[in-house]
């Protein structure tokens, strides 16, 4: 099977940096399981909007519960039998090269740029969003904003009534 050049991009991403052939990125998951499944895992409508962007522009997007996270956040690796839980709640023990990021409290947010943690997934009393285009040196600064914009679009589109307020980089 030929790999799309982003997706294979963010899998040599994955094993230069982690050095881990046990977890894929998102894009490729979620492709994956179209290809064998013919759909992808609904979680809420808030995260398959982020599913159906990273497949749309091939850039992982993550989202998270903003009043559930305490800033500031950090990217580090994670730390050897540090426990990660998933959304559907799946506990997995990290094997201390991870790239992982972390809230001022220690929770992992994101298993980068593979999977969003239970911690502070969106839920339906969600009001703030914390939306996150995971971009690597490779990968052209264009696109990763493009995804977020995309993002931006099909939230405007699904919740009329949602303010986006910036976009950082």
Known sequence: MKIEPIIRTYREFI????????YIPINEYLIRRILRWGSIPSINSVVDIAHIVTIKTLIPIAVFDY??????LLLRLSIPDEEFTDVKGRVRRLEGNELVLIDSNSSILYLCP?????????THSTRKLLVLAFG????????????LKTFRQYISMYYPRCRCSSIHT
């Open 136 to 147: 690597i040196p490779q990968i052209p600064k264009s696109l990763v904003l493009n995804a």
């Open 15 to 22: 094993q230069l940096k982690i050095g881990s052939k046990s």
């Open 67 to 72: 009043d559930r996270i305490k800033t500031p």
């Open 114 to 122: 593979s999977r969003i943690s239970y911690y502070a997934v969106p």
